[in-house]
């Protein structure tokens, strides 16, 4: 197994973004598609060794790019800076998701029927973003993802959503919680929650160390989570 990538180049209203695409070269044909969305950074070396670890799963992996290329905060008040005007206009959030979905389909290594979407953080409110818009992909997986109903309304949901969630996350209240799942009942969704318990916000991240802000790396909900999507993917894609 070789694991390759390559920086992928698109334009949404005459600004340059770039994503990296990560695939395994010795397996030949398309193979399903998973997008990568970043946490409020942007897209990180840490969502890039997402996509590998996709890819050396037999998907091919896309860390797609929200921000623009270059583009990475540094201190907490530069990401909520970047993240702000996307979460509070979540039109312009659904247009810039589909044209990463278009990106990814248009990869010669992938099965444009065949797409999924991850998400960590911010990017876990980008991916359920995808599938509260109708967007026509298989499945989502959110990891500590921000679980608030957008202004828009909820629309015909195609895609299969998990929700991987640490109860402790101060961001995500349980009340979040309750109703996300009602909203998701309402919209007659293929939902899944799965919640650990003594868990915090970022619990993927092994950066994250700084409970008196909510965000602390769990290994134990690190690797559930990561199994829980695996299972959840061989599923999508199965069908």
């Known amino acids: 197994m070789t694991i390759q990538t390559r920086k992928v180049e698109y334009d949404i209203d005459g ?57 990475l905060g540094e201190t907490n008040e530069q990401c909520q800076a970047l993240m702000t005007p996307l979460v509070e206009d979540r039109e312009m959030l659904r247009a810039r998701l589909a044209t990463t979905i278009d990106v990814i389909k248009n990869q010669p290594e992938v099965d444009a029927t065949q797409i999924g979407a991850i998400g960590f953080c911010f990017g876990g409110l980008c991916v359920l973003n995808m599938a509260r818009g109708g967007a026509d992909i298989k499945g989502v997986v959110s990891f500590h993802g921000l679980l608030g109903e957008p202004d828009n309304s909820t629309e015909n949901i195609k895609a299969k959503i998990l929700v991987l969630h640490g109860w402790d996350d101060p961001m995500v209240t349980s009340d979040n919680v309750v109703a996300f799942a009602a909203e998701m009942t309402n919209a007659k969704a293929d939902w899944q929650i799965h919640a650990y318990g003594g868990t915090m916000h970022a619990f993927t991240n092994p950066a994250a160390n700084d409970p008196d802000f909510g965000t602390v790396y769990d290994k134990d909900a690190d690797r559930r989570s990561w199994t829980a999507m695996k299972n959840f993917l061989s599923e999508v894609f199965r069908e």
């Open 15 to 71: 600004k340059t973004y770039e994503g990296v695409l990560a695939y395994d070269d010795t397996q030949s044909g398309m193979r399903p598609g998973v997008l990568v969305s970043h946490a409020w950074a942007g897209c990180s070396d840490f969502e890039i060794d997402k996509a590998k670890a996709l890819a050396e799963l037999g998907y091919v992996g896309f860390a797609l790019d929200l921000y623009g290329k270059g583009v």
